[in-house]
């Protein structure tokens, strides 16, 4: 009897790994959707045009360029300018400009199968046969209900697609968020191919519950972490310049670390919590840059941007993966920081602001980086940001006025291997 019991214990382990431990997934995140807006059936000429932007660019331009190293922002920026009120002669010049450096669809080496689309994920070679594979999965197998596609392939399984997002630093996130929002169809079939192309390591640490383990320490604040990694002398001389290219690297290397420092968040009031991330993903891109430079770190923002993607989605999303897919943005919040060379983090900005959220609006759509889809697509993050948990001390409003007028451009490009769009 006592052999047949020990006979189990492997197999018990195995299956104790993938049940929930701290931090626990089946927590869920109460918040309202934010509005959602129709551009597939409004019949006004604004979102009309939008709409057939995203076509446009959907049909001719590839969702990886540059020797598969870019990835395709035409959507986020248009998507961006649109909420923040742009006309369709403004989205029409978007895209004149932002097709200039775009791609078309090169071939992919084979098609993707129902029966092999796992066998190829993480291939960038790939990316019009899946774009192709679930848009055929679209119209022969969902009757064209994208929402269903998306349930299947980005929800549902073992392994599904959703807790690899951030891979490609979160570009499938906040082009999912985009599908959503403006409910396309054509943007959520491009945003399966990115997750698809997109996949790697970095989903294991959500799939296997094994990675989510007891800290050398514990917090509520995100920010109190990132101070600590910030300190913590074990950094020191291994990331001294930013380069995200060598994420890869440190999770190799440093996986302890960075788990310590992953699980040190402890998720008690997962609603507050992800309110304070928002705040941290904020602090991060305004209070890093260094005094008289105007110059915002690149990656840093991208943690805003898909800050803002998760807080599109939460609602929209079955609740299982909501705590999961903030804690997979601090995931790559901790990685993007630590290979950034651990920026100090400065003291809130104080000041009151003189200007309220049209003039941010307007510097979005009208100012001289309108055509910069970070610089808008930040704005934006923080707009909702504020619209979401209030902006009674103003906080917000006064992280956007700063950005807004003290951007001129972009730093933080590492080695070759880092992806600089």
Request: with cysteine; charged share 25%; net charge negative.
């Amino acid at each position: 009897m006592a052999t047949q019991m020990l006979s189990w214990v492997p197999v018990f382990n195995r299956l104790f790994s993938y049940l929930p431990r701290s931090n626990s997934v089946s927590q869920w995140i109460d918040l309202p959707s934010v509005a959602i807006h129709d551009v597939e059936t409004a019949p006004e000429k604004r979102p009309r045009t939008l709409k057939h932007l995203i076509r446009a660019n959907h049909v001719n331009h590839s969702i990886l360029y540059h020797s598969l190293q870019y990835h395709n922002h035409m959507p986020h920026l248009l998507g961006s300018a649109y909420l923040l009120g742009a006309n369709s002669d403004q989205l029409q010049a978007i895209y004149e400009e932002e097709s200039k450096e775009l791609e078309p669809w090169p071939a992919s080496p084979a098609e993707i199968t129902e029966a092999d689309w796992r066998q190829f994920l993480g291939d960038k070679k790939y990316q019009r046969a899946y774009v192709d594979f679930f848009e055929d999965e679209l119209a022969l197998k969902f009757e064209y209900d994208w929402k269903k596609v998306v349930e299947e392939y980005m929800f549902s399984g073992k392994q599904p697609l959703i807790n690899g997002l951030i891979g490609g630093f979160g570009h499938p996130l906040i082009h999912l968020g985009y599908a959503y929002e403006l409910q396309s169809k054509e943007l959520a079939m491009e945003a399966l191919g990115m997750a698809a192309t997109a996949y790697n390591y970095l989903h294991k640490y959500l799939d296997d519950a094994s990675y989510t383990r007891e800290s050398t320490y514990s917090t509520t604040s995100p920010l109190e972490i990132l101070h600590r990694i910030k300190e913590d002398k074990r950094f020191d001389g291994l990331y001294d310049s930013p380069d995200v290219g060598k994420i890869p690297s440190l999770f190799e290397n440093h996986e302890n670390l960075v788990l310590e420092y992953w699980n040190a968040w402890k998720i008690v009031d997962p609603k507050k919590q992800f309110e304070d991330s928002q705040e941290a993903a904020v602090a991060l891109l305004v209070r890093t840059v260094q005094p008289g430079t105007h110059a915002y770190d690149f990656f840093v923002c991208h943690l805003l941007t898909t800050s803002h993607a998760v807080r599109i989605l939460i609602p929209l999303i079955p609740r299982k993966f909501h705590v999961s897919l903030v804690r997979q943005w601090w995931l790559l919040t901790i990685a993007i920081y630590i290979t950034q060379a651990r920026p100090k983090i400065n003291e809130d900005i104080e000041t009151k602001p003189t200007k309220q959220w049209n003039y941010v609006e307007d510097r979005a759509v009208n100012g001289p980086w309108a055509k910069d889809a970070h610089y808008v697509k930040a704005l934006r993050a923080m707009k909702e940001a504020a619209l979401t948990w209030g902006d009674v001390h103003d906080r917000y409003l006064a992280a956007a006025v700063h950005f807004a007028d003290d951007f001129h451009g972009w730093t933080g490009f590492g080695g070759p291997s880092a992806e600089t769009n």
